[in-house]
């Protein structure tokens, strides 16, 4: 289910922007203009990066951009493989010096921040859950006064320990959690393991254990990766009592919560997608790509339309998707609260 905020922040940002310029993308054409170009970078194709891009797509198509009519949207697949990356990205900027360039995801956003911060050209990041350790921007929530902005892929860490906690109010084992928390050293996943551990601090009720592996660039650092999280799986096992899924290309995997499902009798309680809780996770709790990839579109067409990046605060996430597993808290004696399973709707899986 998506929770927006009351006052609907893509209303706002849409009479925004129509203040800003009230014209379409195909009447700017209409008058003359060039084809806008538009290099859209993706990660690696895992679920949460195509599906934001999808509504990112969509939204500009929606505003009135077509691609080989008014637009030229070129694709670049990194497939997690940053030299692969910088290559694809150097090489379409000697075609042609493109109007904006948006990226899906870490790793993206950091090789396209490295081309482009020298050369002016505007960058709109989404899919980043820490756009501050990750060197993209110097703080979330105002503008950066430079060529970039975007929208930050993160619910805060505080939010999804105190559910969790909450969740675990009436569990059959009582005393201090202890949370296994296998991650690599991907700049977000590294992130995520250290606003954890700063959101629990001083906290009796609940400890994250961690165990870091080496990120490999992708696809053929895939299976030593898994291989590695199996070690993490060995070592941790006994030591505590659930799982919580690293943001990150590990995370976002389907191989990385079936190891932790298959591999070891300790619960996954937080996953970082849906599928994740369709497995077997407890709950998790992100924020809803279609929102999230419709804002950074609206941001875009406001780059387009003349307003500087440098002027459009970073966003964090306006809306959330809330899942819940029911078969998994009956097996941990967990009564999950009235209103989390109203919030939930129809992501309640069983």
């Given at each position: ?75 670049l697949k990194v ?238 996430p306006q809306s959330i998707s ?29």
């Open positions: 289910m998506r929770i927006f905020h009351r006052f609907g922040f893509l209303v706002h940002m849409a009479l925004a922007i129509s203040a800003v310029c009230a014209f379409s993308a195909t009447e700017t054409l209409a008058a003359g203009e060039k084809k806008i170009r538009i290099l859209l970078v993706e990660t690696m194709p895992v679920p949460v990066v195509t599906d934001h891009s999808q509504w990112f797509v969509r939204q500009l198509e929606e505003l009135g951009y077509e691609d080989k009519k008014n637009m030229d949207l070129i694709i497939n997690g493989d940053k030299k692969r990356g910088e290559h694809l990205l150097k090489q379409e900027l000697k075609q042609a010096r493109p109007d904006l360039v948006a990226t899906c995801a870490t790793l993206a956003s950091q090789i396209a921040h490295d081309l482009l911060h020298e050369k002016d050209i505007p960058q709109i990041f989404f899919t980043v859950s820490d756009p501050v350790g990750a060197g993209l921007i110097k703080e979330i929530g105002k503008p950066t006064h430079n060529h970039i902005t975007g929208v930050v892929h993160m619910i805060e860490r505080k939010t999804r320990i105190n559910m969790a906690m909450r969740l675990l109010e009436n569990r059959k084992k009582q005393g201090r959690v202890k949370i296994g928390f296998i991650h690599s050293t991907y700049p977000s996943s590294v992130g995520d393991l250290k606003q954890l551990q700063l959101a629990t601090a001083g906290r009796k009720d609940i400890e994250f254990v961690p165990y870091g592996l080496d990120y490999r660039e992708m696809p053929k650092g895939l299976d030593p990766m898994l291989s590695d999280v199996k070690k993490g799986i060995q070592s941790l096992q006994g030591r505590v009592d659930f799982w919580w899924e690293p943001s990150g290309p590990l995370g976002e995997l389907l191989a990385y919560t079936r190891l932790l499902l298959e591999k070891s009798n300790i619960p996954v309680i937080m996953g970082t997608k849906l599928e994740s809780v369709r497995l077997g996770a407890l709950f998790h709790l992100t924020p809803d790509p279609e929102s999230s990839g419709r804002e950074a579109a609206l941001m875009a067409d406001a780059v387009l339309k003349g307003l500087h990046p440098g002027n459009i605060s970073v966003k964090p809330l899942g819940i597993n029911i078969t998994t808290a009956l097996a941990q004696g967990i009564v999950i609260p009235p209103d989390i399973l109203s919030l939930a709707g129809d992501q309640v899986y069983r």
